[in-house]
Nanobody, 124 residues
Framework: QVQLKESGGGLVQAGGSLRLSCAAS????????MGWFRQAPGKGREFVIA????????YYADSVKGRFTISRDNAKNTMYLQMNSLKPEDTAVYYC?????????????????WGQGTQVTVSS
């Protein structure tokens, strides 16, 4: 049974930083690409950032380039999202996801398993 568990969300002031983690179990971790999506109230789930199975290639939404970075530790079955220079518009529930068959790494439908999400709130 595949399980993904996000942690590290919280309340932060604009300009601050947070680090999210996503711990995976029940799968061969380094066979999967991974991504972060977010969903703000009243909006659809949007792509944030992704990393391929080896950790060599990364994919970014324009809105987070230069501010967010993604990494993974295949020995610990964990993925990380470092968020710097946070803005109020980054406020959302953040979800981690894994998948194996990708064309873009940026589409919801490309991911097979999802975590429950962690709330990130950025105050102005």
């Amino acid at each position: 049974q595949v399980q993904l568990k996000e942690s590290g969300g919280g309340l932060v002031q604009a300009g601050g930083s947070l680090r999210l983690s996503c711990a995976a179990s029940g799968l061969t971790f380094n066979n999967y690409g991974m991504g972060w999506f977010r969903q703000a109230p009243g909006k659809g789930r949007e792509f944030v950032i992704a990393i391929n199975w080896s950790g060599i290639t990364r994919y970014y939404a324009d809105s987070v380039k230069g501010r967010f970075t993604i990494s993974r530790d295949n020995a610990k079955n964990t993925m990380y999202l470092q968020m710097n220079s946070l803005k109020p518009e980054d406020t959302a529930v953040y979800y981690c996801a894994v998948g194996r068959d990708f064309k873009t790494h940026t589409m919801v439908d490309e991911y097979n398993y999802w975590g429950q999400g962690t709330q990130v709130t950025v105050s102005s």
